[in-house]
C-alpha cells in the first residue's frame, strides 16, 4: 500500500467530514422542513443543506484521480466532490452562508456550488441534470481535441431519470470522455432506492449500454481510487466512457435538519459502526504512518474548516443591486 | 455585401454557413440534421463541416439540449435543433432550469452561448403534438432571449445576431415559412428587440410576428381594414421586445390590437397589451387561438388559425362603443 497516497486520500475524505459536520451545525434552525419549528435565530445556512457524510471515500477516491483541468459535474449532494476537486473550503462556506463572497456572490447556496477554476461545472438541484452537461463537455473536449476527461456524479436515484439513459448512449455513441460515477447511497430522498427499481440497478444498466463498468465498495477509498485511476487511464488512452458504480451510505437524513426516521436505526448504526473515515484511519496507522502525522493533517482540516466559518461568518452580504446582474448580456437593465 | 432571393429555410442556412465558416466553435446538432434537416433548413451543411460540426443525434431531446449547455460552458457555441418546440418540451429542465439559469445560479462564473431553434406553428395537417406556438412559455423566464422571424430577411439577420448574443436564445421559425420567399441583403443586420413598422397609420397600432405578420399583410392588400389606416408593426423579437416602437404608435393611435397565433390566454399578447395600456392608456384588443388543441380535420384546424377576417373583426372592434 501507498502509505503517501492513502494519508492524501485520508486528508481528503476528514477535510470533507469536517466541512459537512460544520455546515450541519450552521444550519440547525435553517429550513422549517420535516415539522421541525423555525429557531427564533436564523441559522448561519439558510437553506436545505443535503450532506455527504458517511459518502467521503467516492468523492476523495474518485477526484484524486483527476488533473486540474479534468472537468466536473455533481448533485445537490455535491459537497464533497467539490473540496476533492480543489476548490476553496471558506468560499465555499461563504456561499453556503449566502455571503457577496461565496463562489456563487450569494446566489446559488449548497445545492448550486461550481468552481469553473478547477473544472467543477456547477452541484445541481435537478436529479439527473448533471448528465447531459457533462455528456456536452466532454463532447466539447472532443470536438477541441483536447486530452481532458469530464467526471460525472450522480446518485442512485438518478439511474430512474430519463437523462440518465438518454446520457450514456449518447456518451457511448460518440465515444465520450466521460467517467460516470454512480455514488449509491441506497436511498432516493427518503425512500430505498432498491423498492423502486427494476432490474440489476446501475452496473447492469451501464453494462447494457456497453460501457465498461465496475462496481466498487464505495466506503474504501483505495478500492474507489484504483477503480478511477485505472478508468481515467483507459478513458485517455483509448477514448469512450467508463462506469464506476460505488456503493456507500449516506449517514445524514436527506437535508440536514431530516432527522431521517424513516430508516431501520439498526441500518444507521451499522453504518456509523463501519465509518469509512475511520477505516481509513486505520488503515493509515496500520500502513505505518505515525500517529502524530495522522493528527496532523487531521489538525490542518480544523484548522481550515475553522477559519472557513470564521470568515464566512464575517463576510458581506450581497446587495439588493447583485440581484440584476449575471443573467444575460441581451436585454441586462429590463426587469419588467 | 449581396442581396439575393432565397426562401425563409436558406436564409437560415446561409446565416448558420456563414457563421460557422467564421467562427470554429460555432457547431449544430440535432436530430436528422446530415441530411439537411428535417425542413431542409440544414441543407448541405454535412457536407461543407462534416459530422463533428453537424451533429446528427439520437432522439433524445433532453440530452440535445443538456449537452449543448455542457459545450457552451466549455467554450463550443452550439446552434440546437428541436424538429419543432412541441419535442422540445423534453428538454424543458435543460432549457429552463439549466441553460436559462446557470450563469445567474453560479454567481456569472459560466455562460451559456447557443442557440435553440424549435419550429412552431401550424403546418400542414399537423394536429395538437406538431402546431403549438409557445414563445409565452419562454418569454416568462429570465435569462432567455426570445425571437421569432417571420421574413427570410429577418431570419438571416436574427439567427447572426443570436449566434453571437452570447446569450441562450430561444429561436422560433414558424414551419408554415420555409418556403417563403424575400430579399436578403447580407449587410443588413437585424439586432434582437427591434422591431419592424410594415404600414403607416394613425387610426389603430397592429403588433404581431411570426405567421401572424403575413396574415395582417393580407388584410392589409385585401382592404379588409376599409377606411382605418393601420400602424402594423413586427414585433420580431419576444423578449426584449420593441416597448419603444410599440408605445410611441399605441400613444399616438390610442388603440392597439395584438394578433399572434398562438392561443389567446395568458399569450405574449397579454402583456403586449398590459404593458401598452399601462403606458400609454390606449385601448386594448387580443386576437390569439381559442385554448382548444389543434385539431386535424381542416374545419376544427380552422379554429386555431388566423385569418384575414378575424383580424378585421378584431380590428373594427376596437372602434365600437
Redesign the interface.
Known amino acids: 500500500m501507498n502509505t503517501q497516497k492513502l494519508a492524501d486520500l485520508y486528508r481528503s475524505m476528514f477535510r470533507i467530514r469536517e466541512f459537512e459536520n460544520a455546515a450541519e451545525i450552521a444550519s440547525q434552525g435553517g429550513v422549517a422542513a420535516w415539522g421541525l419549528a423555525a429557531s427564533a435565530k436564523p441559522a448561519l445556512v439558510r437553506g436545505p443543506l443535503h450532506l455527504s457524510t458517511g459518502q467521503e471515500a467516492v468523492a476523495a477516491g474518485v477526484c484524486h484521480a483527476l488533473t486540474k483541468e479534468d472537468?466536473l459535474?455533481s448533485t445537490h449532494r455535491g459537497h464533497g466532490h467539490t473540496l476533492a476537486k480543489g476548490a476553496d473550503a471558506t468560499k465555499m462556506m461563504c456561499e453556503l452562508f449566502g455571503r457577496a463572497t461565496?463562489?456563487?456572490?450569494?446566489?446559488?447556496g449548497s445545492m448550486?456550488i461550481?468552481?469553473?477554476s478547477v473544472g467543477m461545472?456547477?452541484a445541481?438541484?435537478?436529479v439527473a441534470?448533471g448528465?447531459?452537461?457533462?455528456?456536452?463537455?466532454?463532447?466539447?473536449?472532443?470536438?477541441?481535441k483536447k486530452p481532458y476527461l469530464?467526471a460525472c456524479f450522480f446518485g442512485d436515484g438518478a439511474t430512474n431519470r430519463?437523462?440518465f439513459l438518454?446520457?450514456l448512449?449518447?456518451a457511448q455513441?460518440y465515444g465520450l470522455p466521460v467517467l460516470f460515477i454512480c455514488e449509491d447511497n441506497r436511498i432516493s430522498a427518503t425512500t430505498p432506492t432498491k423498492t423502486m427499481s427494476a432490474g440489476e440497478g446501475a452496473f447492469a444498466r451501464a453494462q447494457s449500454f456497453g460501457i465498461p463498468a465496475v462496481q466498487v465498495d464505495g466506503n474504501d477509498v483505495m478500492a474507489v481510487h484504483e477503480a478511477a485511476t485505472k478508468m481515467t487511464a483507459e478513458i485517455r488512452t483509448q477514448g469512450g466512457p467508463r462506469f464506476i458504480h460505488a456503493v456507500t451510505y449516506r449517514f445524514k437524513g436527506h437535508v440536514s435538519v431530516d432527522p431521517g426516521t424513516y430508516r431501520d436505526p439498526k441500518e444507521v448504526e451499522a453504518a456509523i459502526k463501519n465509518d469509512p473515515l475511520i477505516a481509513t484511519r486505520n488503515k493509515l496507522i496500520a500502513a505505518g504512518l505515525p500517529l502524530s502525522q495522522v493528527e496532523a493533517i487531521e489538525a490542518e482540516a480544523q484548522k481550515e474548516i475553522a477559519t472557513a466559518l470564521a470568515v464566512a461568518e464575517a463576510a458581506p452580504w450581497p446587495v439588493v443591486t447583485d440581484a440584476y446582474?449575471?443573467?444575460?448580456?441581451?436585454?441586462a437593465g429590463?426587469w419588467? | 455585401m449581396t442581396i439575393s432571393t432565397m426562401s425563409y429555410a436558406e436564409a437560415a442556412c446561409l446565416a448558420l454557413r456563414e457563421a460557422m465558416k467564421a467562427d470554429p466553435t460555432v457547431?449544430a446538432l440535432g436530430e436528422d440534421l446530415g441530411r439537411g434537416g428535417v425542413f431542409g433548413q440544414y441543407r448541405g451543411l454535412r457536407e461543407e463541416f462534416g459530422p463533428?460540426?453537424i451533429i446528427d443525434?439520437?432522439i433524445?431531446e433532453?440530452?440535445i439540449?443538456?449537452?449543448?449547455?455542457?459545450?457552451?460552458?466549455?467554450?463550443?457555441r452550439?446552434v440546437v435543433e428541436m424538429r419543432v418546440i412541441d419535442f422540445a418540451l423534453c428538454a424543458m429542465?435543460?432549457i429552463v432550469?439549466?441553460a436559462a439559469k446557470?450563469?445567474?445560479?453560479?454567481?456569472?462564473?459560466?455562460r451559456v452561448p447557443l442557440v435553440a431553434r424549435m419550429p412552431i406553428g401550424i403546418w400542414s395537417a399537423s394536429a395538437a403534438q406538431h402546431s403549438q406556438s409557445l414563445e409565452a412559455w419562454f418569454a416568462h423566464m429570465?435569462?432567455?432571449?426570445v425571437v421569432a422571424p417571420a421574413t427570410p430577411a429577418d431570419n438571416y439577420g436574427l439567427l447572426k445576431s443570436s449566434m453571437a448574443?452570447?446569450?441562450p436564445?430561444i429561436y422560433m421559425e414558424h414551419k408554415e415559412l420555409w418556403g417563403l420567399q424575400g430579399e436578403v441583403d447580407t449587410a443588413i443586420e437585424v439586432p434582437?428587440?427591434k422591431g419592424k413598422k410594415l404600414a403607416q397609420g394613425n387610426d389603430l397600432t397592429i403588433v404581431t410576428w411570426s405567421r401572424g405578420v403575413g396574415v395582417c399583410q393580407q388584410a392589409l392588400a385585401d382592404g379588409a381594414f376599409g377606411k382605418l389606416k393601420p400602424d402594423l408593426i413586427d414585433l420580431r423579437s419576444i423578449?426584449?421586445w420593441d416597448k419603444e416602437m410599440v408605445f410611441e404608435s399605441a400613444a399616438r393611435t390610442g388603440r392597439l390590437l395584438v394578433v399572434h397565433e398562438a392561443i389567446q390566454v395568458a399569450g405574449f399578447g397579454a402583456e403586449v397589451a398590459a404593458?401598452t395600456a399601462e403606458a400609454t392608456a390606449c385601448k386594448v384588443k387580443r386576437l390569439g387561438a381559442p385554448r382548444i388543441p389543434v385539431g386535424y380535420a381542416q374545419i376544427l384546424e380552422n379554429e386555431s388559425r388566423l385569418s384575414v377576417e378575424k383580424v378585421a373583426t378584431a380590428a373594427n372592434s376596437l372602434f365600437k362603443a
Open positions: 472537468m459535474t461565496g463562489y456563487n456572490k450569494g446566489k446559488g448550486h461550481a468552481d469553473f461545472l456547477g445541481n438541484g435537478v441534470a448528465i447531459p452537461i457533462a455528456t456536452g463537455a466532454a463532447h466539447a473536449l472532443k470536438i477541441q469530464v430519463g437523462p438518454e446520457g448512449n449518447w455513441v446582474e449575471d443573467i444575460m448580456n441581451t436585454s429590463v419588467v | 457547431i463533428d460540426r443525434t439520437p433524445s433532453a440530452n439540449m443538456g449537452s449543448a449547455v455542457g459545450m457552451a460552458l466549455a467554450g463550443i452550439p429542465d435543460e432550469n439549466q446557470n450563469r445567474y445560479m453560479f454567481g456569472g462564473q459560466g429570465p435569462g432567455l432571449v448574443s452570447g446569450d436564445v434582437i428587440g423578449w426584449p404593458a
